[in-house]
């Protein structure tokens, strides 16, 4: 079975300009989640997306925006990129089958954004 | 959100047992205990979880206290490849709380 893929693997943006990141779900996965990592600390949730919709987000502002797509890839768009935007950036896929709390995620290698 | 607490490194004797704790005293009764590892420059990977009983796979065990209030990730023998940071995560939804970790160092 293929993994989560994520592209680009790394970019660099200025402030103020707007960025889209990529990921493909592994193979049987229906719904994808969002995470930004700032260097030293470990992964932050951002969103997740089931049946094309959002499905519960963490305290990032609206500026943060996503889409899922009827083959269950996403992509995530932050606009009016700010110097603390700088981060790696994850996606993850998983089953909604299982039980709240059990699911297990698969994740992407990340694209690492820097923003000068 | 419930927190959880561990140790921010630990090192260990190649080919040695390794146990990492982790504290999670506020835990509530729906609350899963997942372990995930970070290896340098990778995404996160799915090491085990568990609910109230022992739980065993092919790359660790996870111990779990009878009150839920702490938990331990065990690694048999201790490679190399192991070297990561580690994450013990409370789960009662869909999604995934991560903390700081325990960054694992192993001594050849």
């Known amino acids: 079975e293929t993994g989560v893929t994520q592209s680009p693997t790394h970019l660099i943006k200025t402030r103020g300009q707007q960025v889209t990141l990529r990921c493909s779900s592994q193979?049987?996965?229906?719904?994808v989640s969002w995470y930004q990592q700032a260097l030293g600390q470990g992964p932050q949730f951002i969103f997740q997306?089931?049946?094309?919709?959002?499905?519960g987000r963490g305290n990032f502002p609206p500026r943060f925006s996503g889409l899922q797509f009827p083959n269950y890839s996403s992509e995530l768009n932050v606009n009016a990129l700010e110097l603390d935007d700088s981060a790696l950036y994850l996606c993850?896929?998983?089953?909604?089958?299982?039980?709240?709390?059990?699911?297990?995620?698969?994740f992407g290698a990340g694209s690492r954004l820097t923003v000068l | 959100d419930a927190k959880t607490t561990q140790p921010n490194s630990m090192e260990s004797n190649e080919e040695e047992p390794v146990h990492l704790p982790c504290n999670h005293s506020?835990?509530?009764?729906?609350?899963?205990i997942h372990w995930y590892r970070q290896l340098p420059s990778q995404g996160p990977e799915y090491v085990i979880h568990?609910?109230?009983s022992n739980v065993n796979n092919r790359m660790a065990s996870l111990a779990i206290a009878e009150d839920r209030k702490s938990s331990t990730l065990i690694l048999h023998r201790a490679t190399l490849r192991d070297a990561a940071v580690y994450y013990c995560?409370?789960?009662?939804?869909?999604?995934?709380?991560f903390g700081t970790g325990t960054r694992l160092t192993v001594i050849p």
């Open positions: 993850a896929s998983s089953p909604w089958d299982r039980g709240a709390g059990a699911n297990v995620l698969t």
């Open positions: 193979s049987g996965h229906n719904t």
């Open positions: 997306y089931y049946r094309e919709e959002e499905n």
């Open positions: 506020t835990i509530s009764g729906t609350d899963y």
């Open positions: 568990g609910l109230t």
């Open positions: 995560i409370l789960s009662g939804a869909n999604n995934l709380f």
